[in-house]
């Protein structure tokens, strides 16, 4: 297992093999980002609700999606928190991998892009939709990976802008460290990037760019309140250990909770920006985090509505088209609605 994640220049912590026998069960979650998005997630881990439930839980970080789900498949971690197109794709592949938590229910995918580009473009702030559909054919823009949130969110605009991505746009594969992205766009070796906050936020800040398309505060319209991100597992890995699987979804629960709750969110934030974004701006931050509260899921329950939501979304730029009728065996509410019965 080693091995595969160094291959990958994933930070792997050396635990001692003896464990004691009250220690905590324990999960890892193979994620490609540190977004903002997240939030729920690293709420549950700062506040101690995971340790509350009775687990341990640790992040590995990886390129991509794909290899995120890679390690999932390959048995180097039990779960993946990522683009759930990813988690469709490869269930579409044969895969027997489940949705059964969701961690955001905006798609968190930004698309910025330089204040030279913008200019160039005449493009202002009082630029419409329509205005900045009609400038992205030939753009060059920085993305994670191809098939990750950040590449399908460029072919979901451009086709909305009737843009051919692989003709009409150039798209560079950057991987998901934020610092390497920035450096892309500074450099002017891409016009712009597909990321979501608070990378996005901070290229605006630093490099005075242009927000084409702020998605993850519902600017798309049509994506508004779509279920991007979520846990997901190998439906056998669930199967046998349904019990960490509700005690992880407890976690994320209580995280959501905790950020919706006026006076614990205070704290909640101050030991999140402290623990993962303190070089950030503090601008920065809060302009991300602000965005972020107001798109929170209210709870970790899942719908079919949401699965058929996502099929049709990757459907429209996916070569496997997926049947809708995948969307009942893609997802199990059973954990969550166990994880909530506990809770309430």
Same mark, same amino acid.
């Given at each position: 297992?080693?091995?595969?994640?160094?291959?990958?220049?994933?930070?792997?912590?050396?635990?001692?093999?003896?464990?004691?026998?009250?220690?905590?069960?324990?999960?890892?979650?193979?994620?490609?980002?540190?977004?903002?998005?997240?939030?729920?997630?690293?709420?549950?881990?700062? /506040?101690?609700?995971?340790?509350?439930?009775?687990?341990?839980?640790?992040?590995?970080?990886?390129?991509?999606?794909?290899?995120?789900?890679?390690?999932?498949?390959?048995?180097?971690?039990?779960?993946?928190?990522?683009?759930?197109?990813?988690?469709?794709?490869?269930?579409?592949?044969?895969?027997?991998?489940?949705?059964?938590?969701?961690?955001?229910?905006?798609?968190?995918?930004?698309?910025?892009?330089?204040?030279?580009?913008?200019?160039?473009?005449?493009?202002?702030?009082?630029?419409?939709?329509?205005?900045?559909?009609?400038?992205?054919?030939?753009?060059?823009?920085?993305?994670?990976?191809?098939?990750?949130?950040?590449?399908?969110?460029?072919?979901?605009?451009?086709?909305?802008?009737?843009? =051919?991505?692989?003709? *009409?746009?150039?798209?560079?594969?950057?991987?998901?460290?934020?610092?390497?992205?920035?450096?892309?766009?500074?450099?002017?070796?891409? *016009?712009?990037?597909?990321?979501?906050?608070?990378?996005?936020?901070?290229?605006?800040?630093?490099?005075?760019?242009?927000?084409?398309?702020?998605? @993850?505060?519902?600017?798309?319209?049509?994506?508004?309140?779509?279920?991007?991100?979520?846990?997901?597992?190998?439906?056998?890995?669930?199967?046998?250990?349904?019990?960490?699987?509700?005690?992880?979804?407890? @976690?994320?629960? /209580?995280?959501? *909770?905790?950020?919706?709750?006026?006076?614990?969110?205070?704290?909640?934030?101050?030991?999140?920006?402290?623990?993962?974004?303190?070089?950030?701006?503090?601008?920065?931050?809060?302009?991300?985090?602000?965005?972020?509260?107001?798109?929170?899921?209210?709870?970790?329950?899942?719908?079919?509505?949401?699965?058929?939501?996502?099929?049709?979304?990757? =459907?429209?730029?996916?070569?496997?088209?997926?049947?809708?009728?995948?969307?009942?065996?893609?997802?199990? =509410?059973?954990?969550?609605?166990?994880?909530?019965?506990?809770?309430?």
């Amino acid at each position: 297992m080693l091995h595969r994640l160094m291959a990958w220049g994933v930070a792997v912590a050396l635990v001692s093999p003896w464990t004691p026998a009250w220690a905590q069960e324990r999960v890892r979650i193979a994620s490609s980002t540190d977004s903002i998005s997240y939030i729920p997630l690293y709420a549950a881990q700062m /506040m101690g609700h995971f340790k509350e439930a009775g687990l341990q839980v640790d992040v590995v970080r990886v390129d991509s999606g794909p290899k995120a789900m890679s390690a999932v498949i390959g048995g180097d971690v039990e779960i993946l928190l990522g683009a759930n197109t990813t988690t469709l794709a490869a269930r579409n592949a044969g895969v027997d991998v489940v949705l059964f938590a969701p961690v955001t229910t905006q798609y968190s995918s930004n698309i910025l892009v330089s204040r030279k580009w913008a200019d160039a473009h005449k493009l202002t702030a009082k630029s419409t939709f329509a205005d900045k559909l009609a400038a992205m054919k030939g753009l060059t823009l920085g993305i994670t990976g191809p098939g990750s949130g950040t590449d399908q969110i460029v072919r979901y605009m451009a086709a909305a802008a009737g843009v =051919n991505p692989d003709r *009409d746009m150039t798209l560079v594969s950057l991987g998901g460290d934020g610092n390497t992205m920035m450096a892309a766009l500074s450099q002017g070796r891409v *016009d712009g990037l597909s990321i979501s906050a608070p990378t996005s936020t901070m290229a605006i800040h630093t490099f005075n760019g242009y927000m084409l398309f702020n998605v @993850g505060v519902g600017e798309v319209k049509a994506l508004d309140g779509y279920f991007q991100s979520g846990f997901a597992a190998q439906r056998d890995w669930l199967t046998k250990n349904r019990v960490a699987a509700v005690k992880l979804t407890k @976690g994320v629960q /209580m995280g959501i *909770d905790t950020l919706r709750d006026t006076v614990r969110t205070v704290k909640a934030r101050e030991l999140i920006q402290k623990q993962y974004y303190s070089k950030l701006d503090p601008a920065v931050f809060d302009q991300a985090w602000n965005d972020q509260i107001a798109a929170l899921p209210k709870s970790v329950e899942l719908t079919r509505k949401m699965i058929e939501d996502i099929i049709n979304f990757g =459907n429209q730029f996916a070569k496997g088209k997926m049947d809708l009728a995948m969307a009942e065996s893609a997802y199990t =509410n059973d954990i969550a609605a166990q994880a909530l019965k506990e809770l309430r």
